[in-house]
């Protein structure tokens, strides 16, 4: 069973950093939904993969239990990631009707010589 958490883990991930680098405003966005998958995955598994194993510890019998802290801080994880897909969904439907273009880059769209083209009066 760990083995296959363990690859769920590094197939989000690798998903994810896959489609952080597609330049692109959905794909990034996807690849930062997996990633944060990912993450939700693996504090699940630091509590202890167990199966039918109560959250709560019982003094009255010696009952493996699981740990109740990672699922907590994943369903807090679950909660902020739903919330900053929506801001970021919002932020790249912007950006998508403003410039009529999802591409994600840094380089400029005007001409290598600027100066030239405020010569010739343009």
Request: glycine share 6%.
């Amino acid at each position: 069973m760990e083995m296959i958490v363990a690859s769920a883990i590094g197939v989000l991930t690798a998903s994810g950093i896959y489609l952080i680098l597609r330049l692109r405003a959905f794909p990034v966005i996807l690849g930062m939904a997996m990633l944060s998958y990912a993450v939700n995955v693996f504090l699940f598994a630091t509590g202890r993969l167990a199966v039918n194993a109560p959250p709560i510890l019982n003094k009255y019998a010696d009952v493996a239990y699981s740990d109740p802290l990672p699922q907590a801080l994943v369903l807090t994880a679950i909660v902020i990631s739903f919330g900053m897909t929506a801001v970021l969904v919002m932020i790249a439907l912007g950006a998508y009707l403003e410039a009529d273009n999802d591409k994600i880059d840094m380089t400029d769209d005007a001409p290598e010589n600027a100066s030239e083209q405020k010569g010739r009066g343009a």
